[in-house]
């Protein structure tokens, strides 16, 4: 039996050399083989998980926080003096939130995720119970009402709403899945819910927490696999509540003319955030190269607001220098890096839009904290993860990680999933009995 020849698609040659192939003809050029490659290793797709990743992300989370409790000792020990209080206070405060941010990330690494389906909708209640409550016996600083004492505990709820809302919303998108195409499905019950959490952070006037949960409600319906017409119409909507929102407050309107150099007399003797972004600069300034020394910042004396907490970067490049803020920046970037990894390798839609939504949230908030301290944006209120003093933020931000180091332990086989303490072997276990 004769086998009969393969056939092969288009014409023959008539010189009868081969055709190229397309694969062959369309080679992509040195610049996109090199973008490529970068992307494909940043990803780290074409290698097998193992627990580099999860150690980064820990290795991470922990160094910025070593390095925040660090910071708020030297940015807030002169403002503490002279208020009679000891310097030490608010550092010990954070370095105590930090311990209870920490042991909270191991419990919440060590678990399945897949529980806080069940509780997100109670626990989305609970927030708006609380932010409510934050509106009628709140307590206000600097014109911003955030937090509520509750036991002798000051609580601030809008930056829980920040986790709760990732997982809610992945919760949401994760059981509608099937049905994302159709516009509806996408808007309800996501963008009512958390249009009412933004609706009651903006009562308190917290702009920039405003900004970063509405930038999470776009990553969550960005990465549960959302049309991309639905994305850019439910972006043009947030942008023209953002201008509405703008335009109705006059603090507002004084943020942005002071940011482009046009504040009025009235804004300058009401709010004057010139001088609070002007100091920050010449912190930055005096920096230079390698800082001026820890302990040495010249703008904490009362000439820098909020030097511990939303400013505490400037207080970095002055004392740390250039140095010190590369570092901080190299520390968030390789955090993102390992996050996005985890990101890219899920296939449980709840996992990924949470895991998503985790990684634009700590980002993007450490990215405005630092475009305002360098003027590159208005004058908001965000503080800067993991290192601007405030416990809500810092125990919140490490449950967030902790959430990661779940998904990241989760991809790993059980035999290479870290552990707390090492395996015994059975011969030392023979021994010891």
């Not at 503490?80 to 030490?88: L, N, Q, R």
């Not at 970067?313 to 220098?321: K, S, T």
């Not at 985790?358 to 630092?370: E, F, K, P």
Request: hydrophobic share 50%.
């Amino acid at each position: 039996m004769v086998s009969t020849p393969t056939r092969t698609r288009g014409k023959a040659p008539r010189d009868g050399k081969p055709e190229a192939s397309p694969a062959s003809a369309k080679k992509p050029s040195g610049l996109r083989r090199l973008l490529r490659n970068f992307w494909d290793s940043l990803e780290g797709k074409d290698r097998a998980p193992n627990s580099f990743t999860y150690y980064l992300i820990l290795g991470c989370a922990l160094a910025l926080t070593a390095i925040g409790v660090m910071m708020v000792l030297s940015a807030s020990s002169v403002e503490a003096i002279s208020e009679g209080k000891s310097p030490y206070a608010d550092a010990l405060k954070q370095a105590m939130f930090g311990v209870l941010g920490a042991l909270a990330m191991y419990v919440i690494s060590r678990t399945n995720v897949n529980w806080m389906k069940r509780l997100s909708w109670w626990a989305l209640g609970a927030v708006v119970v609380l932010l409510a409550l934050v509106q009628v016996m709140g307590n206000s600083v600097n014109g911003n009402k955030n937090w509520i004492d509750i036991g002798g505990v000051t609580l601030q709820p809008s930056e829980t709403a920040k986790l709760v809302l990732c997982v809610w919303i992945a919760a949401v998108l994760a059981r509608k899945q099937k049905l994302l195409h159709r516009w509806w499905h996408v808007i309800i019950p996501v963008v009512p819910g958390a249009g009412l959490v933004i609706a009651l952070v903006m009562l308190g006037n917290d702009l920039g927490t405003v900004i970063v949960i509405a930038a999470i409600t776009a990553a969550g319906l960005f990465f549960a696999g959302v049309p991309g017409k639905m994305l850019a119409l439910a972006g043009a909507v947030g942008v023209a509540g953002a201008i509405l929102g703008t335009v109705s407050s006059a603090n507002r309107i004084c943020r942005i003319t002071s940011w482009l150099g046009t504040a009025s007399a009235s804004c300058k003797a009401d709010f004057d955030f010139d001088f609070q972004s002007t100091n920050g600069m010449y912190g930055l300034a005096q920096g230079s190269w390698t800082g001026l020394g820890l302990g040495q910042s010249r703008q904490k004396y009362n000439w820098l607001p909020e030097a511990h907490n939303d400013f505490i970067f400037a207080i970095i490049g002055e004392e740390l220098g250039l140095v010190g803020t590369i570092v901080v920046l190299v520390l968030f970037a390789i955090l993102g890096i390992a996050i996005f990894r985890v990101v890219v390798r899920q296939t449980d839609p709840f996992q990924r839009t949470l895991a998503g939504g985790i990684m634009v949230w700590l980002l993007g908030q450490a990215s405005m904290n630092m475009a305002v301290v360098t003027q590159l944006l208005p004058v908001v209120g965000v503080p800067l993860p993991f290192i601007s003093y405030g416990g809500s933020a810092l125990v919140m931000s490490l449950c967030g990680v902790g959430v990661v180091l779940s998904l990241a332990r989760s991809q790993l086989p059980p035999q290479q999933r870290p552990r707390f303490l090492p395996r015994r072997s059975p011969k030392t276990a023979r021994k010891r009995t």
